[in-house]
């Protein structure tokens, strides 16, 4: 396995072969002029040049391994979770975290609840300000540590909430009621809709997205402050103990 990169240690390295390159120059240079034997000059040159091919090659791994930290430090920032602004999860990110977690739901029988807070403002500066209030305001509403607020592909904030149960409803009232009260201008429109859905074995991020979509769709044609929330019945057939991780 290849030494990970470190510039201080490269440099005590530099030192350390050039410090062994003076040496050796130095027993060979008082070889010659004390007339020694010849073989001592030739074996310094020799442990000269051996050590200059080390250096050279020594060098070509630094660059090597220079090139790989920084393509790692730009993979790193490409795969950067959060929003700089809210502190939430970015839509990649939330979208991935729901697929797992629709997975996870199915394979441990459990609900699973998605909600949007619906943002409108004519101006994209307030609704931007407005957003990053709401935003610290949903993360101190949840406490588990599934739960996840982030940021929807429209600019939107989303709340999932895997392991759900009867209290999802309370917590979405409750949510656009704070958001309702943090709102100072006419300007400004908050909406909620939220489901919850079974672990049956159609559950998919396709199926609850379309589901709340649909929930939104009805309550934007309600007056600011409004919520529409569904929450899947469990039947008979809401498990399938068929399924595998």
């Not at 060098?59 to 920032?77: D, F, H, N, T, V």
Request: glycine share 6%.
């Amino acid at each position: 396995m290849e030494p990970s990169f470190h510039e201080e240690g490269w440099r005590g390295l530099d030192v350390l072969l050039l410090a062994a390159a003076i040496v050796i120059l130095v027993v060979a240079g008082f070889s010659a002029v004390q007339q020694a034997s010849l073989w001592l000059p030739g074996l310094a040159g020799l442990a000269f040049v051996l050590l200059i091919l080390a250096y050279l090659n020594l060098r070509q791994r630094r660059a090597r391994l220079l090139g790989r930290l920084r393509e790692l430090e730009r993979s790193l920032i490409g795969e950067r979770m959060t929003d700089s602004e809210t502190g939430v999860a970015l839509p990649q990110w939330f979208a991935r975290v729901l697929d797992t977690e629709c997975r996870r739901a199915v394979r441990d029988f459990t609900p699973i609840t998605l909600m949007q807070l619906d943002i409108k403002a004519g101006d994209p500066a307030l609704k931007a300000m407005m957003r990053v209030k709401l935003a610290a305001m949903l993360t101190e509403e949840i406490s588990r540590p599934g739960d996840l607020v982030g940021i929807g592909e429209l600019g939107d904030l989303q709340l999932l909430l895997p392991s759900t149960n009867e209290n999802a409803q309370a917590l979405a009232m409750r949510c656009i009621e704070n958001a309702a009260s943090q709102v100072e201008s006419d300007a400004i429109e908050v909406r909620l809709a939220a489901c919850t859905l079974q672990p049956k074995a159609d559950l998919n991020t396709r199926k609850i997205c379309d589901q709340l979509d649909r929930l939104l769709q009805e309550v934007r044609n309600e007056p600011s402050g409004s919520y529409r929330y569904h929450a899947e019945p469990a039947g008979v057939g809401a498990f399938n103990s068929a399924v595998t991780s």
